[in-house]
């Protein structure tokens, strides 16, 4: 859930048109970075509070590769020194990949291991996923950073893809506060930047929908979820 490769052939024209003018393109929610390989811009930033899949990403664009295959044992080791609980020397990029690819529905350690399921090699097809990123990556530049926190040029247009309210969270996004969230937004626009925003529903004044979709949501393995996606941007 979350993942924006599904949605990128409707919101890329309009993220490419509402950039004309400025000079940056920044993501302070980039995560997986299925929305900011798409976006054809000569300067882009990407910044994520995990810094974990920050090392991760900084690794495979320097040229590193990791297995495509996660037994569940060693993927139980990651996940207790992902926590906290052990040390089994594992670096910080090597618990971004396995933590991302190997993790159900890529929830980081938070949705069990995903592994093979009905003979479907999932942990391969998230790795194989990411490896088709790689050459659509060049001109990003990477910061593990807190959004409030993100060095934000000026003349930028900031596209969010926050964890959606209402939804499951995981990891560093269980307690994300909304309100906060609106309120940094207006500033940034007032600054002179532009805000983009996808989300279900956004209620404050100054969010408009530019466009909306209804999509198909899953849940569980079984259960959909009929939503309509918004792309909301800051007036």
């Known amino acids: 859930m979350g993942s924006k490769a599904r949605l990128m ?7 490419e048109k509402e950039l004309v003018g400025f000079d940056y393109y920044v993501e302070p929610f980039a995560g997986g970075m299925n929305s900011i390989c798409e976006i054809d811009f000569p300067v882009k930033i990407a910044g994520d509070s995990n ?6 990403w900084k690794s495979l664009m320097a040229g590193k590769r990791f297995n495509h295959f996660c037994s569940k044992d060693e993927y139980d080791k990651l996940r207790k020194q992902y926590r906290g609980t052990e040390d089994y020397g594992y670096k910080d990029d090597e618990i971004g990949w396995y933590g991302f690819t190997s993790s159900f529905n890529g929830r980081f350690f938070d949705g069990g291991y995903n592994g093979n399921y009905k003979k479907r090699d999932y942990t391969g097809e998230s790795a194989r996923n990411i490896e088709n990123q790689i050459p659509k990556m060049k001109n990003v530049h990477f910061y593990c950073s807190c959004y409030t926190e993100l060095n934000i040029p000026e003349n930028s247009l900031i596209y969010c893809d926050i964890p959606y309210k209402g939804t499951k969270q995981y990891g560093d996004n269980k307690n994300f506060d909304y309100n906060s969230f609106y309120e940094w937004c207006c ?3 007032d600054s002179g930047n532009k805000v983009l925003v996808s989300e279900f529903n956004i209620p404050h004044i100054r969010f408009e929908v530019v466009w909306q979709k209804e999509i198909i949501t899953q849940i569980g393995l079984s259960n959909n979820n009929h939503r309509v996606e918004k792309l909301f941007k800051v007036i």
Request: glycine share 0%; no cysteine; proline share 6%.
């Open 9 to 15: 052939k409707h919101i890329k024209p309009i993220i």
């Open 51 to 56: 810094k974990y899949l920050i090392a991760m």
């Open 187 to 189: 500033a940034q626009k």
